[in-house]
């Protein structure tokens, strides 16, 4: 029998989290959430559930509690991330920058920490558009490289901050299997 790889879907109760979770389920894969509820609900978990007929398992853990991270790791054992989780409202980071640098920089690095020491090398970061900054052309093209110099906000450029950090630790390891996605 054919084993049914397990995804860990990090920020899986929000808007693109929870479609991917009915996706991934949909697709025969084994799902857990890590979501801290903070700009979403457990109830759309709980539709995505409803739709696919299938079950989920979920933890109310935060990316800044690496130990909380280490016993979903521990108990669950997932093979692969993708990670959804952070904070995303580009105004809203220009008020308040340290809370994004704090949750979207330093929780990455913890999730990263956890699943180094558990050995789970392969992660689909959610990254954005907003990476590309202020482009001179326009429609901006995969191939387009993204700056700093044109990053407009701090939301933009924790972003960038952890591509770049993603991009360093593939180097580091080949064992790292890593995709960056940018949406627009």
């Given at each position: 029998?054919?084993?049914?790889?397990?995804?860990?879907?990090?920020?899986?109760?929000?808007y693109i989290g929870?479609?991917?979770?009915?996706?991934?389920?949909?697709?025969?894969?084994?799902?857990?959430?890590?979501?801290?509820?903070?700009?979403?609900?457990?109830?759309?978990?709980?539709?995505?559930?409803?739709?696919?007929?299938?079950?989920?398992?979920?933890?109310?853990?935060?990316?800044?509690?690496?130990?909380?991270?280490?016993?979903?790791?521990?108990?669950?054992?997932?093979?692969?991330?993708?990670?959804?989780?952070?904070?995303?409202?580009?105004?809203?980071?220009?008020?308040?920058?340290?809370?994004?640098?704090?949750?979207?920089?330093?929780?990455?690095?913890?999730?990263?920490?956890?699943?180094?020491?558990?050995?789970?090398?392969?992660?689909?970061?959610?990254?954005?558009?907003?990476?590309?900054?202020?482009?001179?052309?326009?429609?901006?093209?995969?191939?387009?490289?993204?700056?700093?110099?044109?990053?407009?906000?701090?939301?933009?450029?924790?972003?960038?901050?952890?591509?770049?950090?993603?991009?360093?630790?593939?180097?580091?390891?080949?064992?790292?299997?890593?995709?960056l996605l940018r949406?627009?």
């Open positions: 029998k054919e084993k049914i790889m397990k995804i860990l879907v990090t920020g899986g109760a929000g929870s479609h991917t979770c009915l996706e991934l389920l949909n697709a025969g894969y084994e799902v857990v959430v890590l979501d801290n509820l903070y700009n979403s609900c457990e109830e759309s978990l709980k539709r995505v559930e409803k739709l696919t007929g299938k079950k989920m398992r979920f933890y109310e853990v935060d990316l800044l509690d690496e130990a909380g991270m280490e016993v979903l790791f521990e108990k669950e054992k997932p093979e692969a991330v993708i990670h959804f989780a952070g904070l995303k409202a580009v105004g809203e980071s220009c008020k308040i920058p340290l809370k994004y640098f704090t949750n979207n920089v330093s929780g990455t690095i913890n999730l990263l920490n956890v699943m180094e020491k558990f050995n789970v090398k392969k992660l689909v970061f959610s990254s954005s558009a907003t990476v590309y900054g202020a482009q001179k052309e326009m429609p901006i093209s995969e191939e387009a490289e993204a700056s700093s110099l044109g990053i407009q906000n701090p939301y933009g450029r924790t972003k960038l901050i952890l591509e770049d950090v993603l991009k360093d630790l593939g180097k580091s390891d080949d064992a790292w299997d890593i995709a949406y627009f």
